[in-house]
């Protein structure tokens, strides 16, 4: 293991930042602090830096208790979203700043700086000033930066956000590659669930303060522990269901078998039943079958490799809505169109109930 947190809680004032966190971080992993703007990710990367101070709880690393040592001495290599490169500094002195703070010899220093900017393939910018090169470039020079004392760690706040899609999606593959073939440990914050998913070994979902989920991209896909974690990962509808027993609920008139129950069972509990666009079926038999409901197609949506459907249904004069998507073969066989009423299988290994 590589680190340790024990307890940790944050207040501003009245409000609690980052609330009593328990997280052990594995050593050479790439794990990502994921949540909504405000649910207490920079405080939390801050706290570890040393960059901010913790109310309470512990920061063990090896035994040592980081918590109340200071930022210069926990060797960490930080990157944050604004690439606050030196701007009058070229990119060779940008990188080797943090050497000389540091006093390594200058043939040291020297090679050392070959090595980073080699790394991040910008060899041939080491004589430019930040101004001249792209935010991707930039990026990948704070990158360098922070990788050339070595450090035990890389803390990365938000790297990516201020870039563009294409470079950004660009670099995000870049910056695993680096992390990988060094085998770093590496905290990374990002609000971005496509960044997390793509780019880390484990997932910290949180929200408000506190950890809600912590798992591999596809478990918190696959299986959010809350209703929070599956609205916030990915698209997933929503339903008003009522509980039967028998691992069923009552979504209008039918009696819908749901596989995966976040409550205890007990009848005539209003709860959410929760099903991702891409696992609902259209079902084409005529025999009735279970979980099947019958739906009105209100609209639908080209998105070049799939065509995304708005699905409604109505019981008891209260409607619901929802979203499949099928790909665009299927939709050409189907030959579907806005108005249309068709049957859909619910698969009750993809259903998932929630409370309300
Ligand atoms: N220095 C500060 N003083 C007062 N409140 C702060 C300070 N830093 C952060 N906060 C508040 O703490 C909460 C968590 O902030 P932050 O950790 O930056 O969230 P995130 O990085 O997830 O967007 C927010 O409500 C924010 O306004
Ligand atoms: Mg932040």
Known sequence: MFLNLQNITKRFGDLVAVDSVDLNIVEGELICFLGPSGCGKTTLLRMIAGL????????????????????????????????????????????????????????????RVDEMLALVNLEDQVGKIPSQLSGGQQQRVALARALAPKPLAMLLDEPLSALDAKVRSALRLEIRKLQQGLGITTIMVTHDQEEALTMADRVVVMNEGAIVQVGSPFEIYDDPSTSFVADFIGTMNFLA???????????????????????????????????????????????????VIEV???????????????????FDGKKQGLKSELSSTLMRELRLSVGDYISILLPEEHLWVYSQ
């Not at 930022?71 to 080797?96: C, H, W």
């Not at 009522?242 to 039918?254: H, I």
């Not at 129950?261 to 009735?288: F, H, Q």
């Not at 197609?297 to 109505?314: A, H, K, P, Q, V």
């Open 52 to 111: 901010e101070t913790l109310d309470s709880g512990d920061i063990l690393q090896n035994g040592e208790n980081l918590a109340k040592m200071p930022e210069r001495d926990r060797n960490f290599g930080m990157v944050f979203q604004s690439y606050s490169l030196f701007p009058n500094m070229t990119i060779g002195k940008n990188v080797a700043y943090g050497l000389e703070c540091r006093k390594w010899e200058r043939h040291q220093i020297d090679s």
């Open 241 to 291: 269901v009522t509980t039967l027993d028998d691992g069923a609920v009552r979504l209008g008139g039918a009696a819908i078998k749901c596989g995966k129950w976040s409550i205890g069972t007990g009848l005539d509990k209003a709860a959410r039943l929760a099903v991702r666009p891409e696992d609902i079926r259209i079902y084409i038999g005529s025999t009735p079958l279970q979980n």
């Open 296 to 314: 009105e197609i209100d609209w639908i949506e080209f998105l070049g490799s799939i065509y995304r459907l708005n699905l409604t249904f109505e």
